[in-house]
């Protein structure tokens, strides 16, 4: 009776996070955090930490306690001893092929089966670099907040990590399997070419994630018609003094995955994005608030703003209208549809990222390294 008032209690306090947490995640949230945890959460919200950072440490925190309990059989410890953390590595990062001559090898099989009846695993073998890595830096912020240090740097922890990596032998996997490019925009456009709100809303949202620099699915989410500004119009072609004027729009984008709110990014949308993300304002009847809000069977719209997983919904639905795999494309492949869209029409490298503001000048290059590999001479020796 004490431990289903003690959720009950978590849960209520989760509400005050609602406007972050997904409320289908409160009550599961509430049974797998302490008290000590959903005191943290509240308090980085309230010194302002980013929705997205918040909803990624609330989730691994969940992971975090769950797996050291059955782990461990108790709860996790702040703060973790350096074994710990040696433990979680060498249950995540494997080597499959030894796995399956010893059993013991990697996580062990009562601590994968209580995982995964919580669902908080899916995938099958280690898990991917980038998961495991993301979750200790979690756990690290995590630490700090409550004034305590960890093992997190220390030589130990990065020794296994590099030896665990080259063990598991796991690709890297692209979020979206194929990129948004011109051409696969255009069809996702024809399929919400009629006049219903839901077309209109999702032709704005489409051709806005797409050309102001392939926004990321939450940044599209979260923006407000307070975040659009009206610039002066510009020349369709800036090399042509007399070429014609096209709108432009200055959108806010305050803190990203990349950047903090005091840096106060913003990106450009100029031309034919503009009109249809103006007519869904004025069809909505948008005045204020969330720019892309909810919209139910019988066509009435919401006040509140769609999830991030909303807009990837909608873009894998509109894939499988236009007669696209769906299973190929995610709302990522915007993005890296945008830079590759960008080599392929020999933009400079340094002015699409003024966009798409990547801050990695390599991660960028790489879909300008593609793009010139694929139109080089190299790969058509035999042909």
């Not at 004490?2 to 947490?21: C, P, Q, T």
């Not at 919580?118 to 495991?132: C, F, I, K, S, Y």
Request: overall charge positive; proline content about 6%; charged content about 25%.
């Amino acid at each position: 009776m004490s431990f289903d008032h003690d959720i009950e209690r978590r849960g209520v306090a989760l509400d005050a996070l609602d406007s972050i947490l997904p409320f289908d995640r409160r009550d599961q949230l509430a049974a797998l955090l302490t008290d000590d945890d959903v005191a943290t959460l509240k308090h980085l919200a309230s010194e302002g930490m980013g929705d997205n950072t918040l909803r990624a440490l609330a989730s691994d925190l969940g992971y975090l306690e769950t797996w050291c309990q059955l782990a461990t059989g108790s709860p996790l410890p702040w703060p973790a001893p350096e074994s710990l953390l040696l433990k979680f590595v060498a249950h995540h990062l494997f080597d499959p092929g030894k796995r399956v001559e010893d059993p013991s090898h990697g996580m062990p099989v009562e601590v994968e089966a209580g995982l995964r009846s919580q669902r908080l695993l899916r995938a099958d073998g280690p898990h991917a670099p980038e998961t495991v890595r993301r979750r200790l830096t979690s756990w690290s912020i995590l630490t700090r907040w409550r004034g305590l240090t960890g093992s997190f740097n220390g030589p130990s922890l990065k020794s296994a990590l590099r030896l665990a990596v080259r063990a598991s032998a796991r690709p890297r996997q692209r979020k979206s399997k194929k990129a948004v490019t011109g051409d696969v925009l255009a069809k996702l456009l024809l399929a919400c070419a009629g006049d219903r709100l839901v077309d209109i809303r999702d032709r704005a949202l489409l051709l806005l994630a797409f050309a102001s620099g392939g926004r990321r699915r939450s940044e599209v989410a979260e923006l407000r018609l307070e975040d659009i500004t009206d610039e002066e119009q510009v020349l369709t072609d800036p090399s042509i003094p007399g070429s014609p004027l096209l709108p432009c729009l200055a959108i806010r984008l305050g803190s990203t995955k990349t950047t903090t709110s005091d840096e106060d990014e913003h990106v450009l949308l100029i031309g034919p994005p503009i009109t249809a993300l103006k007519r869904w304002i004025e069809e909505a009847k948008i005045k204020d608030g969330p720019v892309f809000r909810r919209i139910d069977q019988w066509g009435n719209i919401d006040r509140r703003p769609l999830t991030p997983q909303s807009v990837n919904l909608i873009l894998k639905g509109r894939c499988k209208q236009a007669g696209l795999d769906p299973t190929q494309f995610s709302a990522q492949g915007l993005r890296s549809g945008y830079l590759t869209e960008a080599a392929n029409r020999g933009v400079p490298l340094p002015e699409a990222m003024q966009q798409s503001l990547h801050k990695s000048v390599s991660q960028a290059a790489r879909y300008y390294n593609d793009a010139e590999r694929k139109q080089g001479q190299a790969a058509r020796l035999v042909t």
